[in-house]
Structures are given as structure tokens and as C-alpha cells.
């Protein structure tokens, strides 16, 4: 059993260490859950308005805490993906790697 965690420890590791990708899936889990709380609170309003009838009390509560969870996710989410990019930035990695150099030599020999 051992080997499993450790192997599922180190798959972690893996995904986490070297990609944004599950910030960018929270952040856009939380956009995607406030816009459907957003809806359904809607939905709830509207069915209040028009039925003339007192809405049962989860609705309406049940609406307004799926839409701020939603909004919570949504800011971790844009912070998650701030100090992602603070990450990578102090990683110091080059953005490319230079394979040769050509016309070097020639610049110094002129110069001197």
C-alpha cells in the first residue's frame, strides 16, 4: 500500500509542481458555479414575482450561498493564478534556448 501512496504522492507532486492548469480549472469552476447560482437566484425571483406566493426559504438561501461560494472559488482562483505567474517568474528559466551562435566573432573582430 506503500507504494501506491507514494507513487500517487509523487503523480501529485508532478501535476502541481510544473503546470497552472488545476488553477485555471478551479478559477473556472468558480466562474461557472456563480453564474448558475446567479441564474437559479434569478429563476427564484422571478418565480416569486410571478406566483404571487411566498418562496419556500431554502430557495432563496440556497441561491444566495451557491452564488458567494462560487464568487470565493472565482477569487481564489484569480489568486491561485497571481502567484502561479510570481512562480514562474522566480524560477529564473530562459524563455528559449539558444542552439548557436553565428556572426559573433566578426562584431568583435571589428570592434577592436
Known amino acids: 500500500m506503500s507504494d501506491l501512496s507514494s507513487l500517487v504522492s509523487l503523480a501529485l507532486d508532478g501535476i502541481f509542481s510544473f503546470s497552472s492548469v488545476p488553477i485555471k480549472f478551479i478559477t473556472l469552476f468558480g466562474l461557472s458555479m456563480t453564474l448558475i447560482a446567479f441564474f437559479y437566484l434569478i429563476y427564484v425571483i422571478t418565480w416569486g414575482l410571478l406566483h ?48 548557436e551562435l553565428t556572426g559573433f566573432a566578426i562584431e568583435k573582430e571589428a570592434a577592436t
Open 52 to 99: 404571487s406566493k411566498e418562496a419556500t426559504g431554502w430557495s432563496s438561501i440556497l441561491a444566495s450561498v451557491l452564488f458567494f461560494a462560487g464568487l470565493q472559488i472565482l477569487f481564489l482562483g484569480v489568486l491561485g493564478q497571481y502567484i502561479g505567474r510570481i512562480y514562474e517568474e522566480i524560477k529564473f528559466r530562459p524563455l528559449y534556448f539558444v542552439e
